[in-house]
């Protein structure tokens, strides 16, 4: 058996009792059943298993559990401020009809919320390029630009 993995997710403590060379985003959604990171492409292409790992998105089915050991991870469950309000991403993504399926809304909100953590006042080109590698087949990324750009006056 392979020696436990420490890690944090969505701020607990968790000792991962799996193969290093588990996929993150397998450990996620089979042994923490946080099902938000979604598996589309196996990889790396559509950003819909997208997490953040030490504050920085990272596509979790390129991604092995060994390598983040010790590491914070947050997942789209882990953004929603302890009152159960919206976090501001989501917000504008609601109000900016910024999702349609829902199926890569996990993984633009994380993206988006990196992107602006890096660069708080992003233009909506840089926004566009910030999110270049988050495919989404329904909305034509028009509200999702226009979601993020919202979103990034409330989180300033």
């Avoid at 944090?8 to 099902?35: I, Q, Y």
């Avoid at 920085?56 to 092995?64: D, E, H, I, P, Y």
């Avoid at 469950?77 to 609601?94: C, N, R, V, W, Y």
């Avoid at 349609?100 to 566009?128: K, N, V, Y």
């Amino acid at each position: 058996m392979s020696p436990p993995i420490p890690l944090s997710v969505n701020g607990k403590s968790v000792t991962a009792e799996a193969d290093p060379d588990t996929l993150l985003v397998v450990f996620l959604r089979e042994h923490l059943r946080l099902t938000g990171a979604h598996v589309g492409c196996d990889t790396a292409s559509c950003g819909a298993c997208t997490v953040l790992v030490g504050g920085r998105a990272v596509k979790s089915c390129n991604v092995l559990l060994g390598q983040v050991s010790g590491e914070e991870i947050t997942t789209i469950e882990g953004i929603t401020p302890g009152d159960g309000s919206l976090h501001p991403m989501q917000a504008a993504f609601k109000a900016c009809h910024g999702l349609q399926c829902g199926f890569c809304t996990p993984g633009m909100i994380l993206s988006a919320i990196d992107l602006l953590t890096r660069h708080p006042r992003a233009t909506r080109e840089e926004i566009r390029a910030g999110l270049e590698g988050n495919l989404c087949r329904c909305t034509g990324y028009h509200n999702i630009v226009a979601a993020v750009a919202q979103a990034a006056q409330a989180m300033r």
